[in-house]
Nanobody
Framework: QVQLVESGGGWVQPGGSLRLSCAASGFRLDYYAIGWFRQAPGKEREAVVCISSSDGSTIYADSVKGRFTMSRDDAKNTVYLQMNSLKPEDTAVYYC?????????WGKGTLVTVSS
């Protein structure tokens, strides 16, 4: 059974940092294109960063470039999202997505709240 479980969300003050994790079970993450998405209250879900399964290249949304870093630990079958210099506008539920051959799987998300 394919499963993605996000963790690491919470409350942080502006300028702070959080590291999100997405643990996969039932499949190998390195065979899939993996992405972090987020959905803020009242807004549509948007892509934050995606990593290619073919060459490991990453594409970041302009809004997070230079602040967020995605990484992957194949031994742990887990991907991470290091988020630095967080802003109130980063507040959202963050989701992990795995995509391959037209099949997309989602985790249930983890809430990140950035406020003073």
């Amino acid at each position: 059974q394919v499963q993605l479980v996000e963790s690491g969300g919470g409350w942080v003050q502006p300028g702070g940092s959080l590291r999100l994790s997405c643990a996969a079970s039932g499949f190998r993450l390195d065979y899939y294109a993996i992405g972090w998405f987020r959905q803020a209250p009242g807004k549509e879900r948007e892509a934050v960063v995606c990593i290619s399964s073919s060459d490991g290249s990453t594409i970041y949304a302009d809004s997070v470039k230079g602040r967020f870093t995605m990484s992957r630990d194949d031994a742990k079958n887990t991907v991470y999202l290091q988020m630095n210099s967080l802003k109130p506008e980063d507040t959202a539920v963050y989701y992990c997505n795995a995509y391959r051959f037209g099949v997309s799987s989602w985790g249930k998300g983890t809430l990140v709240t950035v406020s003073s």
